[in-house]
């Protein structure tokens, strides 16, 4: 399975963004995707998940309100919408995938995902 995450860029301060992460290989029936970042000197943080049965999401509390993670069944592609961006969402965006249902309250656990995209930059000037 190969997660290809593209639509990073340079943006300014409450522009928007919408990144897509495509699935390839063993498409799996129901799983749970999701989005983390990682800032320099952070660590990883979780942005946004669904889980494909019921399209249940979940939100960092630093985006709700302003991204929003959606899917196109059709394309194995999950998206993440990003609003209002602020210069404190600069970061290295990785989509993630689990090949079955996650439970939502750990939607945040990056060590729940199988597989994961090689990342795409969002830089945000103020």
């Known amino acids: 399975v190969q997660l290809q995450a593209c639509g990073g860029g340079l943006v300014q301060a409450g522009g928007s963004l919408r990144l897509s992460c495509a699935a390839s290989g063993r498409i799996f029936s129901s799983p749970t995707m999701g989005w983390f970042r990682q800032a320099p000197g952070k660590e990883r943080e979780f942005v946004s998940a669904m889980r494909w049965s019921d399209s249940s999401t979940t939100y960092g509390n630093s985006v709700k309100g302003r991204f929003t993670i959606s899917r196109d069944n059709a394309k194995n592609t999950v998206y993440l919408q990003m609003n209002s961006l602020k210069p404190e969402d600069t970061a290295v965006y990785y989509c993630?995938?689990?090949?079955?249902?996650?439970?939502?309250?750990?939607?945040?656990?990056?060590?729940?995902?199988?597989?994961w995209g090689q990342g795409t930059l969002v830089t945000v000037s103020s």
């Open positions: 993630a995938a689990r090949e079955n249902n996650l439970v939502t309250g750990l939607f945040g656990q990056p060590k729940m995902y199988d597989y």
